[in-house]
């Protein structure tokens, strides 16, 4: 007979959102098994560059907030994002986002003055994750369960059934629970087997992403460093973020409308002229793939007891740092429905409203992130060809390719409109008194109730 477990909850995937999930529930005084295919300590993939005010709010709750603020980039290291001819070459403009240092007492600039104690952090995934994993494993409610792979299930009106591998041992495991939310990702095995469908727009963007050792960039530079930096040429254009603020780095190629297979590209020249460097330039290779940027919505977020968050119920271009405080913004409206009933203060009914509020969001935001990554694709195919000329018109071609990707760009990175806009239109949970919600935009939102 295989190895059984029992638990109010199972969570399938502690990626930022599994974690984030059984840590609030935790929190609540849910009992939760986190189940992970990947072995214990095991870095996660090198992603996510950013964690939203809204998610910062969580974390602040969950008592975590600032060990989070305390790791990823040097203390002094600028979060602004600068907008270049490459890496190293001529800088077009630059929205200022203050250093963690600087994040409290900084007034200046577009990313200052949110309404919250707790703003945004640029923090890529391989730091935050580790800090979330570390404390889910301290609390006396979460069972880790590390390298053990996901198989099926059998869902009943009573409960879920979970059949999953010990991949040290080769041995089974079954998981009786009440619950069971899949946080497996975008290739989700549970999304297919509860019969939800991803519908919307399947490919936006195709992008060759190269994690890297370089020591010698950052010496290179020749304006000040930056957590983001855009490469506009007309030979590659293509972004990289900072992720030790000393020597590793993230680089996105954007290939063009007319590069439809990754293979025929070029990784290494391309790579070299978004950083603007010659066959000299020595790096190493860390980690690569291929990503396609899609906009994809689940018809649905729930089948009966078992429940879609992150990934698995929602793809999209990852604009504004989306895709995971999404997803976050989803564990912790699941969390506390699931809490209420099962902490004996709700009725089972309480459940159906987590689809019925997240859904719509998640077809608010996508909308917004899809209408920028059409707007950038615009934007790179507009890049002059005298944008590194050093005459009168390449100047020229510089001031104003600058300032037309600051006006595009700034909102994205200052996107109070995302964190505090988004409402709930049609909750069964709210009694609404028919006034019509304000508008947002992704940067703007007006306070409301």
């Known amino acids: 007979m295989p190895e059984a477990l029992r638990t109010p909850v199972l969570i399938v995937g502690a990626g930022a959102v599994g974690l984030t999930l ?13 189940m992970e295919q990947r072995s214990r300590g095991v870095a ?60 409290f007492t900084c007034t200046d600039g577009p990313d200052c003055g949110w309404p919250t104690p707790e703003p945004p952090h640029r923090i890529n995934q391989i730091y935050l994750e580790p ?54 990702g975008s290739h989700s095995q549970i999304r297919r087997e509860i019969g939800a469908e991803l519908s919307g727009d399947a490919i936006l963007q195709r992008t060759q992403t ?3 050792r370089a020591p010698e960039l950052l010496g290179r530079l020749r304006s000040k460093p930056a957590w ?15 992720i030790d603020g000393r020597q590793t780095w993230l680089v996105h190629n954007y290939l063009t409308r007319d590069e439809k297979d990754f293979d025929s590209v070029d990784r290494d020249a391309c790579l070299r002229a978004i950083l603007g460097v010659g066959p000299e330039f020595r790096y190493d290779v860390l980690d690569d793939y291929n990503w396609y940027g899609r906009r994809l919505v689940c018809d649905r977020f ?85 944008i590194e000329a050093m005459d009168a018109a390449g100047e020229a071609a510089r001031a104003a390719l600058g300032k037309q990707a600051y006006a595009l760009n700034v909102q ?5 409109g995302l964190n505090f806009g988004y409402f709930y239109d049609r909750s069964p949970l709210i009694g609404y008194d028919g006034a019509t919600p304000p508008p947002y935009t992704m940067a703007t939102f007006t306070a409301s109730t």
Not at 25 to 33: F, K, Q
Not at 66 to 92: C, F, K, N, W
Not at 161 to 176: F, N, P, Q
Request: positive net charge; contains cysteine.
């Open 131 to 184: 800090i979330l994993f570390a404390h889910a494993e301290s609390l006396p409610q979460i069972t880790v369960l590390s390298g053990v792979r996901y198989d099926r299930l059998e869902q009943t009106a009573e409960g879920v059934t979970a059949w999953a591998t010990d991949t040290r041992k080769g041995t089974t495991l079954r998981i009786e629970c009440r619950y069971l939310v899949a946080c497996d």
């Open 44 to 103: 996660p993939p090198v992603k996510c560059n950013h964690v939203s005010a809204r998610s910062m709010e969580v974390f602040r709750r969950l008592g975590i907030a600032q060990r989070i603020r305390d790791a990823g980039l040097p203390a002094d290291y600028p979060h602004s994002v600068s907008y270049r001819t490459t890496m190293t070459g001529i800088e077009l403009t630059r929205v200022e986002i203050p250093s963690r240092k600087d994040r």
């Open 302 to 386: 729930r089948n009966g007891r078992v429940f879609l968050c992150g990934d698995a119920s929602h793809i999209w271009v990852p604009y504004a740092g989306y895709g995971m405080n999404a997803g976050i913004a989803d564990a912790v409206d699941l969390s506390w429905m699931l809490a209420a009933h099962l902490t004996g203060w709700a009725p089972a009914a309480i459940l159906d409203a987590y689809e019925a509020e997240r859904l719509p969001i998640t077809e608010q935001v996508s909308r917004f992130v899809m209408n920028h990554s059409i707007a950038m694709s615009k934007e790179r195919l507009s890049v002059p060809d005298n």
């Open 210 to 212: 190269t994690y890297i």
């Open 22 to 34: 059984a840590i609030d529930l935790a929190w609540r005084g849910v009992r939760v098994v986190l």
């Open 412 to 416: 994205q990175y200052a996107a109070a």
């Open 228 to 242: 983001g930096n855009f490469s506009l040429n007309p030979r590659r254009c293509g972004n990289v973020y900072a």
